[in-house]
């Protein structure tokens, strides 16, 4: 069963506005998140990350939301860029600061629109 | 390097042969990972080592599928008498903990393995 879900394989957005992506997830256990980004022919590469005991992280242009009650965290870009097209995974580990294994999503693929 | 190499980032192999693919961690990383990534999904679990001990291998989809890193730096995947299924993207990456306590896992280009 699928306990990392990224329910839209793709989304486009205009260069300059926010880009939205979301995750959902099943398992009670995880308590670490992070999100990698990547480019095709290459490995992912992180982005930005979220332990369980926040709701917010912040990072440049990048901010992760998370809801431990609706098992929900949620990516923006703001303000989005040509460059920020790629597919973007959302990852959880039940591990409180990482160092386990990392559970993925399917991606989504996010398109900037010049 | 700055980074997780892998070699090769290429490989073809007929039905029945053995293949062995190899990853660079991080120096000084303790943590290394391996994970299969089939076309369209995301990356999945396969094993997970701290130094030279392999601490997970509940990923590893059968028998055929071994890894070892002897001296807790280079990591090795070999998978015997390959199959069509094993057609994927082979990921390794390693972490260590940094000053804020978190690992982060930094993932090298993969190696993409085609099986006919």
Request: aromatic share 12%; hydrophobic share 30%; net charge neutral.
């Amino acid at each position: 069963d699928q306990q990392v879900k990224q329910n839209s394989p793709s989304l486009s957005v205009q260069e300059g506005r926010i880009s939205i992506l979301n995750c959902d997830y099943t398992n009670s256990m995880f308590d670490y998140f992070l999100w990698y980004k990547k480019y095709p022919a290459e490995g992912p590469t992180f982005l930005i990350s979220i332990s369980s005991i926040k709701d917010k992280n912040e990072d440049g242009r990048f901010t992760v939301f998370l809801n431990k009650s609706a098992k929900h965290l949620s990516l923006h870009i703001v303000p989005s860029q040509p460059g920020d097209s790629a597919v973007y995974f959302c990852a959880a580990s039940a591990a409180p600061f990482g160092n386990e294994k990392l559970t993925f999503g399917t991606g989504t693929r996010l398109t900037i629109i010049p | 390097g700055a980074g997780v190499s892998q070699s090769p980032r290429y490989k073809v192999a007929k039905r029945g042969q053995d293949v062995a693919l190899r990853c660079d961690p991080i120096s000084g990383h303790v943590s290394l990972f391996w994970y299969q990534q089939a076309l369209g999904q995301g990356p999945e679990f396969l094993t997970y080592f701290q130094n030279e001990a392999q601490l997970d291998k509940s990923g590893l989809p059968s028998d055929r599928f071994f890894a070892e890193r002897p001296e807790g730096s280079v990591s090795t995947l070999k998978i015997q008498r390959t199959q069509q299924e094993d057609s994927a993207v082979y990921l390794c990456a390693s972490s260590t903990r940094d000053r804020f306590g978190t690992d982060t896992q930094y993932f090298g280009p993969g190696t993409r393995l085609t099986v006919l």
